[in-house]
């Protein structure tokens, strides 16, 4: 995954009228990026690739709900996202 596509699917959501609005946008756009993909069920490699993404989906709710808005927040999120990235790579060449 490019910096580009990170970018665009971690992009904070447009402000809402509302905050509660705005945080739930924000939920729903972590939620679609960290969802679990499919991968061939029972194997080892299943099994890792399936924690790391439900494990950096935790992350970067608790990054979302406790850091404020701001640069700092944008890149520890595609941090997160860039980590898990990396970790399902090594996973998948072993």
Do not use: C, Y
Not at 8 to 22: D, N, Q
Not at 66 to 74: F, M, Q, S, T
């Amino acid at each position: 995954m490019s910096d580009t596509a990170i970018s665009e699917e971690m992009a904070p959501a447009a402000p809402a009228s509302h905050p509660a609005a705005s945080r739930r946008q924000e939920i729903q756009a972590i939620d679609k990026f960290f969802k679990s993909v499919s991968v061939a069920p029972g194997t080892q490699q299943a099994e890792a690739i399936v924690t790391i993404r439900d494990r950096a989906r935790v992350m970067a709710l608790t990054i979302s709900e406790r850091v404020p808005n701001g640069a700092e927040k944008d890149n520890a999120l595609k941090a997160v996202a860039e980590a898990m990235f990396w970790a399902n790579q090594g996973i998948s060449h072993r």
